[in-house]
């Protein structure tokens, strides 16, 4: 969990600098460290989800659709 708490600070304080660097402002600087990352993580999640599925077609272990038609 600490290795995970250090990413999160780093990646938000890079967010931060390079935000503020670009548009001189630390409230879009602020507002971007925060929504980026949100984001990022919800993107993973989904990234996840597709990753694993590719995995278990590759390997033959394909389970049942999530979602029927």
């Known amino acids: 969990m600490v290795k995970t708490t250090t990413f ?3 990646h938000f304080t ?3 600098v390079v935000v503020y660097a ?5 409230m879009i600087g602020g507002a971007v460290a ?3 990352p949100a984001i990022n ?3 993973f999640h989904f990234h996840e ?3 694993k599925r590719i995995e278990q077609k590759r390997s ?5 659709p ?4």
Do not use: C, D, Q, Y
């Open 14 to 16: 890079v967010a931060f």
């Open 22 to 26: 670009m548009t001189g402002s630390l």
């Open 49 to 51: 989800k597709v990753w």
């Open 34 to 36: 925060l929504v980026e």
């Open 66 to 69: 999530v979602f029927n038609a």
């Open 60 to 64: 033959g272990r394909l389970p049942p």
């Open 8 to 10: 999160a600070i780093m």
């Open 41 to 43: 993580t919800v993107a």
